[in-house]
């Protein structure tokens, strides 16, 4: 101690980006979820748009816990519908960048349908979903993503529903850009968090992530090491592969890379464009840029 | 904070409009500039009257996939800098019920707009009910104050969204448009002011700069924070979990408190300023009725026969129905003889009113479960048997 004491600690990258007087965070350790937090940071650093015009929104559970953390507009509102949430807040204000940062229950369970429908619109907006399998937050019941044979404390003898290919299910509904990455692909996610944050359009990133306290418990996996570990033997980074191969099984391999980046235009684009058709010069627009900076009426 | 309405909105004259007609357009005068909808009978008219109108004064309507959705894109678009709103019936009003808390908690000013039908369950789609009364004060779950109107005209339908949209910014709360399927398509005349003759409450802007602004201190009224929006560079945090003036979450008693009590307070404090209702022939009645929406037209109607047979019988209408007119209740009960509360439920603001009055006057229900108005006649009779007449 007496070595240390005089030495000013060096700030951590992402201390910018958090809100320090909240920390200690809830999350254990050996969670995925820091990971892809620090990753986030970096790809805000990266990504040259201003922070203030950058929102996050979660839903609930561990990963929606991130709204709390980052040092940004975030708003933590209900289990499933911060997709919704971010339709309201990116459409009244098309300036903004907003960022989903939620877990798999909350998007592809409870928010599943949000989730669908802001895909086909093309919303713009970045959806970040943490997969760890599992719900963490409660204990450890089986989610729509559990892998067959894995447990879970609602799967107490293996579960025996199909897991969701959540890149396959974001491109067939709409999205324009989707990525597969775990909390071991540092750099990976990064980079795919700065290509889908200046991308035009509903764009989605998928982070497989342990869960040492639940999910790699229930399932003898061994700690947090241990699954990135196992992330580092059985991942295998296949860009552009077909959405359908992309299955997850309990001990299989993980596939992951950038498998779509298209163009296609978002929910404004066709709103503004049908409008501006059929009512000529009476349609007033919405989030066009002009003069004056993007058109839009606020109180 | 007196401000006018913005002309773009406003559709200035006289019209001849159903009742969801003239709550868009109420919507419309009011500055609301961004409405999330889910087809539903029998409001659906407003929203196909507001996505008709809006990209003609600049703003959007999206009809989402459900009311959950739409209950909460409402509220995302508050917090990018619009005042919006949300319509629905039955059904759609059940699912948007834990959307009603979120709005609650977090302070988030919006209006929702329940186009009443008969229930429980699916109903009666296409007919009147007035039995979301309950609901609309207590549907959300934990403790909360709410505020919600009223109208029982097209008109008034027009007239009251103005006003619910003023009490939202100005409370800083979602308020209730609680219409009816006879209020909502019945067609009648609705005059719309000159947009300089609508008064606006608009939405209370932080004094504060960043860094030392709090999201969730009083900043007005000794009650009520200032708002910002997203994109300001305030940072802010907003969470529907218990949470303490910066926004941030706190899971301990002590903060529950001070959250949640004002909440309630800023409501129950302020009762007596928000409370509107309309009274006719009260002075020297022995026999008040009271009544409210669609139903308030019929029991007028029963109460003219009354009077025309010598009853002294008055009525009291509440336009802002929560909170209830607590005070002026309290004190009629001390006076009259009695209470004949109408409404097409099998009563909900009976029991209030059967609270208010504490054992000092009668109290009397007519209530039916919905599907039609009631019959003059047997709002009469109860009337007549209050007065001691049959």
Known sequence: MKATANVKKAAHLAEPLLRMDRL??????????????????????????????????????????????????????????????????????????????????????????????????????????????????????????????????????????????????????????????????????????????????????????????????????????????????????????????????????????????REAPTYLDRMNGQLQKVLKDRYVPWGVPSKTGLDRCVS | MKATADPKGVLTGEHFLDGDWSCAEGALAAGCRFVAGYPITPSTETVERFGARIPTVGGLFIQMEDEIASSIAIQGAVWSGLKAMTVTSGPGFSLMMEHIGLAVMTETPCVFVDVQRGGPSTGLPTLPGQADMMQARWGSHGDYEIIAVCPNSPQESFDLTVHAFNLSEQYRVPVLVMLDECVGHMYEKVVIPKADEIEIFPRRWTAQPPGKYLPFQPEYDGWIPGMVKAGDGYFLHVTGLTHDEKGYPQMNAECQETCVRRLVDKIRKNADRIVRYEETSIAGADIAVIAYGITSRVAYAAMEMARSYGVKVGMLRPTVIWPFPETRIRKLAGKLKAFVVVEMNYGQMYYEVERLAAGKCETHLVGHGGGTVHDPEVILDTIMRAAGKR
């Open chain 1, 24 to 261: 200690p965070h809830i999350w254990c350790p050996g969670c995925g979820i820091g990971a892809t937090v620090n990753c986030f940071a970096s790809a805000l650093a990266k990504c040259g748009i201003p922070r203030e015009k950058i929102a996050v929104v979660s839903g609930i559970g561990c990963t929606g816990r991130v709204a709390g953390y980052v040092k940004l507009d975030s708003f933590h509102t209900t289990h499933g519908r911060p997709i919704p949430f971010a339709t309201g807040l990116a459409l009244g204000n098309p300036e903004l960048k907003v960022v989903v940062y939620s877990g798999d229950g909350d998007i592809v369970a409870i928010g599943g349908n949000h989730f669908m429908h802001a895909a086909r619109r093309n919303v713009s907006m970045t959806v970040i979903c943490v997969n760890n399998f599992i719900y963490g937050m409660t204990g450890g019941q089986v989610a729509p993503t559990t892998p067959e044979e894995a447990r879970a404390t609602t799967a107490p003898y293996g579960c025996y529903e199909p897991p969701f290919n959540l890149p396959f299910l974001a491109k067939s509904c709409g999205a324009v850009y989707v990525a597969r990455w775990t909390a071991m692909h540092i750099r990976h996610t990064t980079n795919s968090m700065v290509e889908a944050i200046n991308k035009k359009g509903f764009s989605f990133i998928e982070i497989i992530a342990p869960c040492p306290t639940v999910y790699s418990r229930l399932n003898r996996l061994g700690d947090g090491l241990d699954m990135l570990k196992f992330y580092r033997e059985n991942s295998e980074i296949r860009n552009g592969a077909a959405t359908e191969d992309l299955d997850i099984t309990f001990k299989g391999k993980i596939i992951c890379g950038k498998f779509v980046d």
